[in-house]
């Protein structure tokens, strides 16, 4: 590769990466955190959550029959659908669409106690916090997000290639490389390593960001151009799995059939769990039911079975491995999601997500470093991409202790799925402002990083401390929240003292390198 | 920038469309196979002809970079779309 192709690449590279920055940025906070969802909807709901399951659980019949009674107008072809108790979730998730006069689909979330079958006034959509932060990773909550996180992925995919091939010639000679004489060494040389080291996850993130995000372009292109627009035979050929289509033939059968389902189920898959029960005419008997298994630690973790609610046979089987091109979407999905590896992997994950956000920053300040001594480059540009950096990494992390903050203490009575985003982006806009205005001089915008390090570790320690108190003051999570709580309080605490040692270590360089200054300039004088 | 990004973007999205549709015609009895390959390589290959215009040294060598990637495979998939009969008969 010619100097002038690696020229041309490097300032495409330095470019889309600072336009992309921001996006970005939030993008890999949030999904590194999302890799924790489950625990965070544990930590969450732990002062609400319902009582753990005793021995004695009511049947899926009970519930079905409560819906049936309650008379909603469910289309055939939506289904109910239906997560049965387990350690973890000790109640009857159910969700489904009811259909006005009007034709207007209306949603439904009830939640139903595992010993008893009573309607529980548990509701899950209080518990915010954790869906909020994986929209956040997957559409930022905006109109038109996901096509806008789509296209950001594909030129982040673009930095991924052009990085590649940047460093290609230097990748094994230099790889061990880290100078620590000057700043921009410093950046240029972990830059570089952490892009080496995490490329494999970083391609795979790439790929199927682009995949998730934008594949519907290569669907319809490939819809029109080889099934002259039959999307549907596309799918087939796709072999995706297809939801049972069904109509209500209005002879009512009883629920008992999906208690001997679920036996049934049990029996056939040992090593799977039942993951959800999805019912399509459900009382009918025309009915359908779908159970969704997933077997642990499997890169296509999913079959779905289908069952007759008229006399429980089983209709038909499916498993991603029947067709190339699903089996292909579900391991790559399997990739990025890294369920497959458990709670270990879960960790690396993050702490390559973690990695990728430190990428982001360092080609900022790389950025910020090779245009500060450039006489021609504009003041107000410099002070913007450095208050937006400041804003990326500080005011990211004040923003996800605002959300924190906000999702324990802000009453039910506050609707947190308007609360909790408005803090987020206030947080960051706040931060953003308060770097601006301190974005001219060197020396201000070190201070100012120094002041929000510590809002951050303050804001990161408020819920740890709380649930501490509670604890002291007699509260005790339910036994199989335990753990989540821990687990969130230990890393937020932890994030706190990240904060703060950061706060203090730059504080002493800020002070070290005013005093050198002093004295240069009393021995110049 | 602009100039390399749009040239980028339109070129690979006619080459990850097109190619894997050629394939597909050709081999009508493949095209799940095709599809899922389509999955990783063609929407590789999108990042890729993009970077490829941006490596380019001027605007206009990008546009022409853009028709060597796009144009070749336009017309291999009009001559293909007219004669194979591909899966839909």
Not at chain 1, 480 to 489: E, F, K, P, R, W
């Amino acid at each position: 590769m010619n100097k002038t192709t690696l020229k041309n690449l490097t300032h495409a590279h330095a470019w889309l990466g600072l336009i992309i920055s921001g996006v970005l940025m939030i993008v890999f906070v949030c999904g590194s955190i999302s890799l924790f969802r489950h625990n965070i909807i544990h930590w969450d709901s732990q002062y609400h959550a319902p009582d753990p399951l005793s021995e004695q659980i009511v049947p899926i019949s009970t519930i079905l029959d409560k819906i049936a009674t309650q008379e909603h107008n469910i289309p055939a072809h939506h289904g109910v659908l239906i997560s049965i108790p387990q350690s973890d979730q000790p109640y009857y998730y159910t969700a489904f669409e009811t259909e006005t006069a009007d034709g207007l689909h209306i949603d439904h979330q009830l939640n139903f106690d595992a010993n008893t079958g009573q309607l529980l006034p548990y509701n899950g959509e209080d518990f915010y916090l954790s869906d909020m932060l994986y929209l956040l990773h997957i559409s930022l909550l905006l109109p038109y997000g996901t096509e806008i996180v789509g296209v950001i992925t594909l030129l982040f995919f673009v930095m991924v290639m052009s990085g590649i091939c940047i460093v290609l010639k230097k990748l094994v000679s230099h790889f061990y490389q880290y100078r620590l004489n000057k700043n921009k060494d410093i950046y240029h040389d972990g830059h570089t390593l952490i892009g080496v080291s995490s490329l494999p996850f970083t391609f795979i993130f790439a790929l199927t960001g682009v995949m998730f995000n934008l594949s519907i372009v290569l669907q319809a292109g490939f819809g029109f151009a080889v099934f002259k627009g039959d999307i549907p035979a596309l799918i087939k050929t796709a072999g995706f799995f297809g939801q049972p289509n069904v109509e209500y033939s209005g002879n009512p059968v009883s629920n008992t059939h999906a208690n001997t389902i679920i036996k049934d189920v049990q029996e056939k898959y040992p090593n799977h769990k039942i993951a959800r029960l999805n019912f399509f005419a459900m009382g009918d008997e025309n009915g359908e039911v779908e159970v969704r298994l997933i077997e642990h630690n499997a890169l296509i973790p999913t079959t779905h079975v289908i069952y007759s609610l008229k006399d429980a046979s089983l209709i038909s089987e499916y498993h991603a491995q029947q067709a190339p091109t699903a089996a292909t979407y579900t391991v790559l999905s399997s990739l990025h999601f890294g369920e497959f590896g458990g709670i270990t992997l879960k960790f690396i994950y993050f702490i390559l997500g973690l990695g990728c956000c430190y990428l982001i920053l360092t080609g900022n300040l790389l950025w910020l470093e090779k245009r500060e001594n450039n006489r021609q480059q504009s003041k107000r540009g410099l002070a913007f991409v450095k208050a937006m950096t400041l804003a990326l990494s500080t005011g990211t992390l004040i923003a996800v202790a605002c959300s924190f903050i906000g999702a324990r203490f802000a009453p039910f009575s506050w609707t947190r799925t308007d609360l909790l985003p408005t803090l987020f982006f206030c947080a960051i806009g706040i931060s953003l402002l308060h770097a601006l205005f301190n974005s001219m001089q060197r020396k201000a915008i070190r201070q100012a990083m120094v002041q929000q390090l510590l809002a951050a570790a303050v804001l990161f320690a408020i819920c740890p401390f709380y649930d501490l108190i509670q604890v002291l003051f007699g509260h005790a999570p339910h036994p199989y929240l335990l753990l989540d709580v821990i687990l969130v309080n230990c890393a937020l605490l932890l994030v706190a003292l990240f904060c703060f040692s950061l706060g203090k270590h730059q504080h002493a360089t800020s002070g070290a390198s005013a005093s050198e200054s002093i004295t240069l300039k009393s021995s110049v004088s | 920038m602009w100039h390399k990004t749009f040239a980028g973007l339109i070129s690979g999205l006619i080459f990850m469309v097109l190619v894997p549709s050629s394939l597909s015609l050709l081999m009508p009895s493949q095209v799940g196979l095709i599809l899922a390959l389509g999955l990783i390589f063609a929407l590789s290959s999108w990042a890729g002809v993009m970077t490829w215009c941006y490596a380019a040294n001027t605007n206009k060598q990008a546009w022409g970079r853009a028709a060597k990637a796009a144009l070749p495979v336009i017309l291999i998939f009009t001559g293909i779309f007219f004669t194979a009969a591909g899966p839909t008969g």
